[in-house]
């Protein structure tokens, strides 16, 4: 964020005390503030969200999978 934009807005919302438990354990998991970690996933939300190590490896196997599917259907024709 440019230094000369100051942040003066607030979002809230409510949630149960179990909903809090857990959102604290991520947090604190990922050695945030409650404030940082909340302000980090809303604006990756806004800016569209960015897939994990783990989302872009998964989603490689499956197309390669495809791929051999694919493959071995053509060789089998």
């Keep these: 964020m440019p230094a000369d934009q100051i942040r003066n807005r607030t979002v809230g919302c409510k949630m149960s005390d179990s ?24 604006l990756e939300r806004v800016d569209g969200r960015k897939p994990s190590v783990i989302e ?19 060789w089998n024709s």
């Design 19 to 42: 909903e809090y438990e857990r959102l604290s354990a991520v947090v604190e998991s990922e050695g945030m503030t409650l404030g940082e970690w909340c302000r980090e996933v809303l």
């Design 56 to 74: 872009e490896t998964l989603l490689a196997e499956v197309l390669a999978l495809r791929t051999i599917l694919q493959m071995r259907a053509v």
